[in-house]
T-cell receptor, first 118, second 109 residues
């Protein structure tokens, strides 16, 4: 079974630009979560999508947005990039089933997109 | 507010020297506690999920345990290939997911 894939793997942008990152989850997984990882802040939760709806959201400004398509693939967009947005952006997929279904929330991560803002 | 604290920040072991990593947490209703391994430049790799106090899971040289306030990841007779950062995460019933800062483990041959 193929794992979570993310594209592109590396990206260099300048301040003020916008960027779109893509994530393809494991086949059969309906939940996709996005995280930002930096040396200073560690792994921070951005948002989660389930069945094309944002189900949960972290504490990030509105410049960070996302969406999920009917095939569960997800995109994340960052507008008006700032230097502090330089980070490894990770996508994780899970089954995302019912509250009582054990294993439904085990997240499997992709390799990440390394974004550098200059 | 939900919190996850991992200790120590860094741990250096000799090959074969067993030890434990700690993950202390406070959460308003625990859905699950997760352990991950992360190698430099890669995404975290799923290791274990623990759901309730008293639960234990094992995989090769790793064993994870859970109490109501903390989890331990025991590493028995580690090898150099076990060197990585180990991350702990807790998920609350409202789906909030919070990660600890990680423990960077180095195993010297």
């Amino acid at each position: 079974k193929a794992g979570v894939t993310q594209t592109p793997r590396y990206l260099i942008k300048t301040r003020g630009q916008q960027v779109t990152l893509s994530c393809s989850p494991i086949s059969g997984h309906r939940s996709v979560s996005w995280y930002q990882q930096t040396p200073g802040q560690g792994l921070q939760f951005l948002f989660e999508y389930f069945s094309e709806t944002q189900r949960n959201k972290g504490n990030f400004p509105g410049r960070f947005s996302g969406r999920q398509f009917s095939n569960s693939r997800s995109e994340m967009n960052v507008s008006t990039l700032e230097l502090g947005d330089s980070a490894l952006y990770l996508c994780a997929s899970s089954l995302g089933g019912s509250r009582t279904q054990r294993g439904a929330y085990e997240q499997y991560f992709g390799p990440g997109t390394r974004l550098t803002v200059t | 507010e939900d919190q996850v604290t991992q200790s120590p920040e860094a741990l250096r072991l000799q090959e074969g020297e067993s030890s434990s990593l700690n993950c202390s947490y406070t959460v308003s209703g625990l859905r699950g506690l997760f352990w991950y391994r992360q190698d430099p430049g890669k995404g975290p790799e799923f290791l274990f999920t623990l759901y309730s106090a008293g639960e234990e899971k094992e995989k090769e040289r790793l064993k994870a345990t859970l109490t109501k306030k903390e989890s331990f990841l025991h590493i028995t007779a580690p090898k150099p290939e076990d060197s990585a950062t180990y991350l702990c995460a807790v998920q609350a019933w409202n789906n909030d997911m919070r990660f600890g800062a990680g423990t960077r483990l180095t195993v010297k041959p």
